[in-house]
């Protein structure tokens, strides 16, 4: 089992950036992929960016490839989130998720974090 503690939301500004961290606790972080959905006022929680194990393969959902960098440092049990060229739109509590394999959608991930706010203002 793993629990999982997000941090470093906040607010700012249109087109600055943002890095999110996900601090993980348990003795089995570096065999969970890891992912970061998003959950707006009044919207289903949606798929931002997915890293297996290793950290070799990252999926990102459309809206912010080429925008946000997904990472983890296994020794530190630590998943990143480095989110750039920030836009109103991206505004959302951002969760970290573990589960057991690769995947995009919410129904894959077996554990998740309480969520970090993160407000872009135009």
């Known amino acids: 089992q793993v629990q999982l503690v997000e941090s470093g939301g906040g607010l700012v500004q249109a087109g600055g950036s943002l890095r999110l961290s996900c601090a993980a606790s348990?003795?089995?972080?570096?065999?969970?992929?890891m992912g970061w959905f998003r959950q707006a006022p009044g919207k289903e929680r949606e798929f931002v960016a997915a890293?297996?194990?290793?950290?070799?393969?990252?999926y990102y959902d459309d809206s912010v490839k080429g925008r946000f960098t997904i990472s983890r440092d296994n020794a530190k049990n630590m998943v990143y989130l480095q989110m750039n060229s920030l836009k109103p739109e991206d505004t959302a509590v951002y969760y970290c998720a573990a589960g057991w394999v690769l995947d995009t959608i919410r129904s894959g991930y077996d554990y998740w974090g309480q969520g970090t706010q993160v407000t872009v203002s135009s």
């Open positions: 348990g003795r089995s972080f570096n065999v969970y992929a």
């Open positions: 890293i297996d194990v290793s950290g070799d393969t990252t």
